[in-house]
């Protein structure tokens, strides 16, 4: 057996392992990095108890906010004094190259959680009413209180970020949790517990249990005991969440899939827009949920653009994770390479032109891994498979529109609803199309800008509720009217 590092999960605050094992896979090079231990229901139910038995203990739930908050920050601190150790298992689980682990997956997740950090310090846990005078005197005191025992389910992309963002507010909030990453990529989250254990958060609040979506995952979504989910992925395994969480009349935050346009219009500085577009789309190999995959050009200037689209795309450095010149990194998995190759081949089947990649890169460095070359789609219309499903890959699909009307028309035909891109020098032109398009977020000459006191989330089926930003603790408390008769 190859020495590579194993991981227990978090349960009760301590380092537990099943005797089963999670591999995880290098996306660069598809070699063994760490062997996980593997939840599965049985470890759910333990951590769910255990999560309990701290909630009822009011050993952090009845806390003072400002005790939590200190802690939080402690961790948040902690975080950033670890950043190489942090950076090092995102790069080597997710396939993220040095600069965008230490820039986005981790610095941002820094950032983040010092903002819940402040949050559980400021926020209105209770407010209470001006006096009422009818039908009878009398004072309402509203209270928000903590849920109690909350789950959260990540995806693979940022396993820190992503949940953090529910990590965070929960426990803010007084809440202990239980969170099942992603089986390919916990181990950014591990280092996390370890991080918090070191900082005083009390055992059982967090507990991390890395394990398979059918069993880990599904026994967290309908356990009777945790009062709300949150969960970030596929649309499609969103859809079973809500079905499932139903039965126990869960609280449910859902961000899901997107497919978001980025609508260049005909003011646009042109070469801002070029550059704005593929670091849009093309960022961490374009597996973000925000990704603007689909371009919008007029049909007056398309020419010109994709030209200097390609022209632009041929710089994009491929390589190893851990230069700093590198670029783009691998695809996180064989499967996933699989599909967004086979995506690739049915747009051109649809009609679509490839104008540059669409394939795997050469070179003895891509042969083992999962590799796909930038790839940018013309003539795409708006009905072709890869204008309407997630690709989650480095594909860029280049659409023609005649005037600002059919753009947005084309911009909200999409079961999503995530987020838009508007190119424009004009502000306030650009300011009056954001009201018009469908989407929870919308950059004008940037993108990837998330702003932790800024909600973030979808419209339509890109999901339910909204994270991050000021309101975000109410997603983990329940509202108490208390009534005084004066
Ligand atoms: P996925 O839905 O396959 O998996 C996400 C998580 O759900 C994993 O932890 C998985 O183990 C778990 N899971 C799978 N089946 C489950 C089940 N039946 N019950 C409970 N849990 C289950 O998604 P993915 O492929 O890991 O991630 C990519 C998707 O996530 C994309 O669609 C992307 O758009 C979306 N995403 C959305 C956002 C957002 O903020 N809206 C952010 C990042 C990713």
Redesign the pocket.
């Known amino acids: 057996m190859t020495e590579v590092p194993t991981y227990g999960m978090l349960i009760n605050g301590e380092s537990r392992e099943t005797g089963e094992w999670l591999e995880i896979r290098n996306p660069q090079d598809d070699s063994l990095a760490a062997r996980v231990a593997r939840g599965s229901t049985a470890e759910i139910d333990e951590a769910v108890t255990a999560a309990k038995r701290a909630f009822n203990s009011g050993v952090w739930s009845k806390r003072s906010p400002v005790e939590r908050s200190r802690v939080m920050a402690d961790i948040a601190e902690k975080m950033a004094e670890r950043i190489e150790d942090l950076v090092h298992v995102e790069m080597i689980a997710n396939g993220a190259t040095v600069r965008q682990a230490t820039g986005f997956h981790v610095g941002i997740a820094i950032q983040h959680f010092s903002y819940f950090a402040e949050l559980a310090g400021t926020y209105e846990f209770e407010t209470a009413l001006p006096p009422q005078t009818y039908p009878t005197l009398g004072q309402n005191i509203i209270r928000r209180e903590p849920i109690g025992v909350c789950g959260a ?6 396993p820190l970020v ?1 949940t953090l963002w529910k990590i965070g507010p929960a426990i803010a909030a007084g809440n202990s949790i239980v969170v ?4 390919k990529t916990p181990l950014s989250l591990l280092e996390f517990g370890r991080i918090a254990e070191e900082c005083g958060l009390p055992p059982g609040v967090l507990n991390i249990v890395p394990g ?3 069993d880990a ?2 026994r ?2 309908s356990h009777p005991d945790v009062g709300k989910v949150a ?8 859809r ?2 809500m079905r ?1 969480a139903s039965d126990t009349v869960k609280r449910v935050t859902l ?4 497919k978001s346009p980025s609508i260049v219009l005909d003011d646009a500085d042109l070469q801002l827009a070029v550059d704005g577009v593929l670091f849009g789309c093309m960022f961490y190999s374009g597996q ?3 990704s603007g995959t689909r371009v919008l050009v007029p049909d007056s200037l398309y020419d010109e653009f994709v030209e200097r689209l390609v022209r632009r795309a041929k710089t994009i450095k491929l390589g190893p994770t851990d230069d700093w010149e590198t670029d783009l990194g691998p695809i996180i998995s064989a499967k996933q390479h699989q599909r967004v190759l086979d995506l690739i081949a049915r747009g051109e089947d649809e009609g679509a032109k490839i104008v540059l990649g669409g394939g795997v890169p050469e070179g003895d460095e891509f042969r083992c891994g999962f590799w796909v070359e930038p790839t940018i789609l013309t003539e795409v219309t708006n009905d072709m498979k890869v204008a309407r499903e ?1 690709i ?1 890959g480095p594909v860029l699909c280049v659409l023609r529109y005649q005037d600002e009307d059919e753009a947005v028309e084309i911009a909200n035909d999409s079961i999503y609803g ?1 987020a838009a891109t508007i190119w424009s020098s004009d502000n306030a032109r650009a300011l009056e199309l954001a009201e018009e398009l469908q989407a929870g977020t919308v950059w004008i000459n940037d993108h990837h800008q998330v702003n932790p006191a800024a909600p ?3 419209y339509k089926q ?2 339910i509720g909204r ?1 991050l930003g000021a309101n975000c603790l109410d997603e983990y408390t329940e509202t108490k009217t208390i009534y005084l008769d004066l």
């Open positions: 389910i990540s995806p693979w992309n940022f992503l099942k990453p992603d089986e398979e979506g059918v995952g599904a967290l979504v969960f970030t992925g596929s649309t499609e395994i969103g079973e969440i499932s961000e899901l899939g997107g973000i949920c925000e997630e989650f995530l973030f989330g979808g890109s999901g994270e």
